[in-house]
Protein backbone atom coordinates (compact mmCIF):
# COMPACT_ATOMS: atom_id res chain seq x y z
CA UNK A 1 0.00 0.00 0.00
CA UNK A 2 1.19 3.20 -0.93
CA UNK A 3 -0.09 6.01 1.95
CA UNK A 4 0.22 9.70 2.23
CA UNK A 5 0.55 11.36 5.62
CA UNK A 6 -0.64 14.62 6.15
CA UNK A 7 0.21 16.11 9.64
CA UNK A 8 -1.30 19.21 10.78
CA UNK A 9 -3.12 21.36 13.79
CA UNK A 10 -6.21 20.97 11.45
CA UNK A 11 -7.18 23.88 13.88
CA UNK A 12 -9.98 23.43 12.00
CA UNK A 13 -9.23 21.28 9.14
CA UNK A 14 -10.59 23.07 5.92
CA UNK A 15 -10.67 22.40 1.94
CA UNK A 16 -7.24 23.58 1.32
CA UNK A 17 -5.73 20.24 3.40
CA UNK A 18 -8.18 17.91 1.61
CA UNK A 19 -7.48 19.44 -1.60
CA UNK A 20 -3.96 18.93 -0.54
CA UNK A 21 -4.80 15.39 -0.11
CA UNK A 22 -6.51 14.53 -3.20
CA UNK A 23 -3.70 15.82 -5.56
CA UNK A 24 -1.23 14.03 -4.04
CA UNK A 25 -3.40 10.86 -4.30
CA UNK A 26 -3.30 11.65 -8.19
CA UNK A 27 -0.46 12.60 -9.26
CA UNK A 28 1.65 10.32 -7.14
CA UNK A 29 -0.36 7.09 -7.33
CA UNK A 30 -1.81 7.13 -3.02
CA UNK A 31 -4.26 4.55 -1.93
CA UNK A 32 -5.10 6.42 0.81
CA UNK A 33 -3.79 9.20 2.94
CA UNK A 34 -3.35 9.77 6.44
CA UNK A 35 -4.43 12.80 8.22
CA UNK A 36 -2.33 13.17 11.59
CA UNK A 37 -3.60 15.96 14.05
CA UNK A 38 -1.01 17.38 15.90
CA UNK A 39 -1.50 17.06 20.16
CA UNK A 40 1.21 19.46 20.81
CA UNK A 41 3.08 21.08 17.97
CA UNK A 42 6.33 22.24 19.48
CA UNK A 43 5.77 25.50 17.43
CA UNK A 44 2.28 26.40 18.93
CA UNK A 45 1.09 27.00 22.78
CA UNK A 46 -2.49 25.26 24.17
CA UNK A 47 -3.81 28.31 23.78
CA UNK A 48 -3.57 28.74 20.26
CA UNK A 49 -5.55 25.52 19.69
CA UNK A 50 -9.03 24.27 20.19
CA UNK A 51 -8.49 20.92 22.19
CA UNK A 52 -7.35 17.77 20.54
CA UNK A 53 -10.27 16.24 21.29
CA UNK A 54 -12.13 18.70 18.95
CA UNK A 55 -9.65 18.62 16.36
CA UNK A 56 -9.60 15.07 16.16
CA UNK A 57 -13.30 14.83 15.73
CA UNK A 58 -13.45 17.52 13.22
CA UNK A 59 -10.92 16.04 11.07
CA UNK A 60 -13.18 12.61 11.64
CA UNK A 61 -15.93 14.60 10.28
CA UNK A 62 -14.27 15.79 7.36
CA UNK A 63 -12.96 12.43 5.83
CA UNK A 64 -16.35 11.03 5.94
CA UNK A 65 -17.07 11.64 2.36
CA UNK A 66 -13.56 10.55 1.68
CA UNK A 67 -13.03 6.57 0.69
CA UNK A 68 -9.52 6.95 0.34
CA UNK A 69 -9.02 9.58 3.11
CA UNK A 70 -8.05 8.13 7.06
CA UNK A 71 -7.56 10.30 9.95
CA UNK A 72 -4.98 8.95 12.63
CA UNK A 73 -5.35 10.53 16.05
CA UNK A 74 -1.76 8.93 17.51
CA UNK A 75 -0.23 11.83 18.54
CA UNK A 76 -2.75 11.27 21.68
CA UNK A 77 -0.76 8.63 22.58
CA UNK A 78 2.90 9.67 22.16
CA UNK A 79 4.84 12.21 24.99
CA UNK A 80 4.45 15.73 23.92
CA UNK A 81 5.70 17.93 22.11
CA UNK A 82 4.73 15.91 19.14
CA UNK A 83 8.17 15.79 17.21
CA UNK A 84 7.37 14.61 12.84
CA UNK A 85 10.74 11.61 13.46
CA UNK A 86 8.49 10.36 16.44
CA UNK A 87 5.31 10.25 14.71
CA UNK A 88 6.51 8.87 11.73
CA UNK A 89 8.52 5.90 13.17
CA UNK A 90 5.27 5.04 15.16
CA UNK A 91 3.45 4.94 12.33
CA UNK A 92 5.65 2.69 10.35
CA UNK A 93 5.91 0.18 13.23
CA UNK A 94 2.30 -0.15 13.35
CA UNK A 95 1.40 -0.15 9.37
CA UNK A 96 4.02 -2.91 8.58
CA UNK A 97 6.70 -3.47 5.95
CA UNK A 98 4.10 -3.86 3.43
CA UNK A 99 3.17 0.03 3.27
CA UNK A 100 5.46 2.44 2.05
CA UNK A 101 4.77 6.40 3.45
CA UNK A 102 4.87 9.37 1.78
CA UNK A 103 4.82 12.39 4.02
CA UNK A 104 2.81 15.36 2.42
CA UNK A 105 4.06 18.93 3.73
CA UNK A 106 3.13 22.42 2.15
CA UNK A 107 6.13 24.78 0.98
CA UNK A 108 6.29 26.60 3.97
CA UNK A 109 7.00 23.78 5.70
CA UNK A 110 9.76 22.52 3.48
CA UNK A 111 11.50 25.78 3.86
CA UNK A 112 11.32 25.33 7.55
CA UNK A 113 12.82 21.74 7.51
CA UNK A 114 16.21 22.40 8.81
CA UNK A 115 14.67 23.23 11.82
CA UNK A 116 12.85 20.09 11.70
CA UNK A 117 14.26 17.64 15.12
CA UNK A 118 16.11 14.94 13.54
CA UNK A 119 15.40 16.06 9.82
CA UNK A 120 17.83 14.00 7.60
CA UNK A 121 16.22 10.62 9.60
CA UNK A 122 12.10 12.16 8.53
CA UNK A 123 14.39 11.79 4.99
CA UNK A 124 15.32 8.59 5.28
CA UNK A 125 11.92 7.29 6.87
CA UNK A 126 9.96 8.28 3.81
CA UNK A 127 9.30 9.92 0.38
CA UNK A 128 8.33 14.05 0.90
CA UNK A 129 5.31 15.06 -1.23
CA UNK A 130 5.68 19.07 -1.28
CA UNK A 131 2.49 21.28 -2.35
CA UNK A 132 3.56 24.72 -4.06
CA UNK A 133 1.58 27.57 -2.93
CA UNK A 134 1.93 30.65 -5.52
CA UNK A 135 3.22 33.04 -2.83
CA UNK A 136 6.25 31.14 -2.43
CA UNK A 137 9.62 31.59 -4.31
CA UNK A 138 9.68 28.10 -6.16
CA UNK A 139 13.88 29.11 -6.28
CA UNK A 140 14.06 28.64 -2.86
CA UNK A 141 12.64 25.45 -2.70
CA UNK A 142 15.38 24.26 -5.17
CA UNK A 143 17.83 25.96 -3.79
CA UNK A 144 17.41 24.00 -0.30
CA UNK A 145 16.54 20.86 -2.32
CA UNK A 146 20.22 20.92 -3.42
CA UNK A 147 21.85 22.52 0.11
CA UNK A 148 20.50 19.07 1.67
CA UNK A 149 22.04 16.59 -0.82
CA UNK A 150 19.42 16.64 -3.42
CA UNK A 151 19.51 16.59 -7.22
CA UNK A 152 16.65 16.82 -9.64
CA UNK A 153 16.01 13.59 -11.19
CA UNK A 154 12.93 14.45 -13.63
CA UNK A 155 11.15 17.73 -13.30
CA UNK A 156 9.58 17.37 -10.14
CA UNK A 157 11.32 14.30 -8.85
CA UNK A 158 14.18 14.90 -6.83
CA UNK A 159 16.75 12.22 -5.43
CA UNK A 160 19.15 12.79 -2.89
CA UNK A 161 23.24 11.71 -3.01
CA UNK A 162 23.34 10.32 0.65
CA UNK A 163 20.77 7.67 0.88
CA UNK A 164 17.87 9.61 1.62
CA UNK A 165 14.24 9.34 0.51
CA UNK A 166 12.63 11.25 -2.75
CA UNK A 167 11.33 14.53 -2.10
CA UNK A 168 8.52 14.70 -5.00
CA UNK A 169 6.79 17.78 -5.96
CA UNK A 170 3.35 18.50 -6.84
CA UNK A 171 2.50 20.28 -10.47
CA UNK A 172 -0.79 21.78 -9.03
CA UNK A 173 -1.03 24.11 -7.39
CA UNK A 174 -4.13 23.76 -4.26
CA UNK A 175 -6.37 26.51 -3.16
CA UNK A 176 -3.95 28.54 -1.29
CA UNK A 177 -6.04 29.24 1.88
CA UNK A 178 -4.87 28.87 5.95
CA UNK A 179 -6.55 27.95 9.51
CA UNK A 180 -5.29 31.41 10.40
CA UNK A 181 -7.77 33.02 8.04
CA UNK A 182 -10.96 30.42 8.60
CA UNK A 183 -10.57 31.35 12.22
CA UNK A 184 -11.08 34.81 11.68
CA UNK A 185 -14.53 34.48 9.44
CA UNK A 186 -15.32 31.99 11.67
CA UNK A 187 -18.68 33.79 12.86
CA UNK A 188 -19.36 34.59 9.43
CA UNK A 189 -21.58 30.77 8.32
CA UNK A 190 -22.01 31.92 4.45
CA UNK A 191 -18.31 32.65 4.48
CA UNK A 192 -16.78 30.13 6.31
CA UNK A 193 -19.30 27.36 4.05
CA UNK A 194 -16.93 28.29 1.08
CA UNK A 195 -13.95 26.70 2.65
CA UNK A 196 -15.12 24.06 5.37
CA UNK A 197 -17.42 20.80 5.01
CA UNK A 198 -20.64 21.91 5.90
CA UNK A 199 -20.61 19.13 8.40
CA UNK A 200 -17.61 20.57 9.85
CA UNK A 201 -19.07 24.01 10.21
CA UNK A 202 -22.22 22.53 12.00
CA UNK A 203 -19.31 20.78 14.25
CA UNK A 204 -18.08 24.55 15.09
CA UNK A 205 -21.62 25.87 15.88
CA UNK A 206 -22.94 23.20 17.83
CA UNK A 207 -19.72 23.12 20.10
CA UNK A 208 -18.96 27.04 19.92
CA UNK A 209 -15.31 27.09 18.77
CA UNK A 210 -13.68 29.79 17.77
CA UNK A 211 -16.20 32.43 19.08
CA UNK A 212 -13.96 35.99 19.52
CA UNK A 213 -13.29 36.30 23.17
CA UNK A 214 -13.41 33.02 23.90
Same mark, same amino acid.
Not at 171 to 193: A, C, H, Q, W, Y
Given at each position: ?? !???????????????? *??? *?? !???????????????????????????????????? *???????????????????? !????????????????????????????? !???????????????????????????????????????????? /??????????????????????????????? /????????? /??????????????????????
Amino acid at each position: MR !AGVLGGTFNPVHFGHL *ELA *ET !AIQEYSLDTVIFIPSKAPPHKTESELVSFFHRCRMM *EIACENYPMFRYDCIEGQLP !APSYTIDTLRTLKKRLGEDCTLFFIIGSD !AFLDILTWKSFRQVLSQVSLIVGHRKDVDSCKMVDLALNIGYDR /KKKSHWSSDWGGEDILFLDTIPVGVSSTFIR /KISENDREL /KKYVPLKVVEYIRDKRLYQHGG
